[in-house]
């Protein structure tokens, strides 16, 4: 696969999505909710709109958070897709809080080969392949000035990266269990996708995951995080997360 040309065309989809949000946030929008109680907008479909139109032409399958669910038995067969949350931490955007995210991933047998986390708000991307990862400014709906991103080791302060709306019991619990040997824990409060990009840029070094969340919330962010030598590793079984499993919740994990 031609990764460079394929980055292009999703860079420039989140590009857009992004732009897309901004809009129909300015506008005004309409809130719903959906059967599984979680909430979305007018502008989780716009920025579905907009992928869909940047996507589909290179021919891999689409699966998306806000289109309809595709049966296991049509997926399986798949060897690469798109995997896409138009709009991740749609809970802040409502808010009116800055912390959202469009997702593009690419899955190729299972696992995340290109990633892009565009930031909205901020007009902040990141983004990665292989060996590669950067984080740039969007000025005018373009990439500019992209710089290699870069984990710190922890040393002796542990920065773990949290939910920005509340520390479930499980997840202070773990938080506790760093604190050995007199080494300093910091917590960084973010929300959406943003955790990952905290760790590929060393600003955090660790997420614990215990919430149920969904591959599509994962995904962007593990191959960006795989790019820079990083990975989410299952607690129940110490493997990789997986990609398109028979049901697409996503199992306790630990991104470092």
Same mark, same amino acid.
């Given at each position: ?14 590009? &857009? ?28 479909? &716009? ?44 809970? &802040? ?75 479930? &019991? ?87």
């Amino acid at each position: 696969m031609n990764y460079p040309e394929i980055m292009k065309l999703a860079l420039a989809a989140s590009c &857009e999505a992004a732009e897309g949000i901004i809009r129909v946030q300015k506008a005004g929008f309409e809130k719903w909710v959906k059967s599984d109680k979680s909430p979305v907008t007018e502008a989780d479909y &716009e920025s579905n709109r907009i992928l869909m139109q940047h996507l589909e032409p290179l021919s891999f399958p689409i699966l998306s958070e806000e289109e309809e669910d595709i049966d296991y038995s049509v997926r399986k067969d798949w060897e690469t897709f798109w995997l896409v949350d138009p709009l991740d931490g749609t809970k &802040e955007f409502i808010k009116g809080l800055p912390e959202y995210t469009v997702n593009i991933a690419l899955i190729h047998q299972g696992e995340p080969v290109l990633g892009v986390i565009a930031i909205p708000v901020a007009e902040v991307v990141y983004y990665g392949y292989g060996d590669q990862a950067w984080k740039a400014n969007v000025v005018s709906g373009k990439v500019d000035n992209p710089l290699p991103l870069k984990p710190q080791p922890a040393g002796n302060l542990l920065k773990v990266a949290a939910s920005r709306s509340h520390l479930s &019991e499980k997840t202070s619990t773990f938080i506790e269990g760093l604190k050995k040997n007199d080494r300093q824990v910091e917590i960084l409060r973010a929300g959406s996708a943003l955790k990952f990009c905290l760790i590929a840029e060393g600003e955090a070094h660790i997420y614990p995951r215990f919430n149920p969340c969904m591959e599509w919330d994962t995904a962007a962010g593990h191959a960006i995080l795989k790019a820079v030598g990083k990975n989410i590793i299952q607690m129940n079984s110490g493997e990789q997360l997986e990609y398109n499993k028979k049901s697409l919740y996503s199992p306790s994990f630990i991104a470092q």
